[in-house]
């Protein structure tokens, strides 16, 4: 069974950076199949797309609002990827989790929407203080 785990959170200035990690463990994956994303949710509001990856191709596409701040790589170390996040702002407070679609079926392009994404972390909480 396969698992992602999270880690990296925290409390940060305004202005300030963090790294998120998530990590695939428990199981098999497809490469050529995963695809590997983040999302958030702030208090009160629904979970939002940060960002997404291709693992094979390494092609990623981004929310706008954090396009230009924020970086999604692979993490060939722990099978996993990481989410650079710059620049940050209050509004990126929120508990960040990792994601993925069964890599057993292919995913067409980098979805967006939370129901395309079948495995979920635990979630992380980032907190950017003004």
């Known amino acids: 069974q396969v698992q992602l785990v999270e880690s990296g959170g925290g409390l940060v200035q305004t202005g300030g950076s963090l790294r998120l990690s998530c990590a695939l463990s428990?199981?098999?994956?497809?490469?050529?199949?995963?695809?590997m994303g983040w999302f958030r949710q702030a208090p009160g509001k629904e979970r939002e797309f940060v960002a997404a990856?291709?693992?094979?191709?390494?092609?990623?596409h981004y929310s706008d609002s954090v396009l230009g701040r924020f970086t999604i790589a692979r993490d060939n170390t722990k099978n996993g990827v990481h989410l650079y996040m710059n620049r940050l702002k209050p509004e990126d407070t929120a508990v960040y989790y990792c994601?993925?679609?069964?890599?057993?079926?292919?995913?067409?392009?980098?979805?967006?929407?939370?129901?395309?994404?079948?495995?979920w972390g635990q979630g992380t909480q980032v907190t950017v203080s003004s």
């Open positions: 990856l291709r693992w094979v191709s390494w092609d990623t």
């Open positions: 428990g199981g098999l994956f497809v490469a050529s199949n995963l695809v």
């Open positions: 994601a993925a679609p069964d890599s057993r079926k292919r995913t067409v392009g980098l979805p967006t929407n939370e129901n395309n994404y079948d495995i």
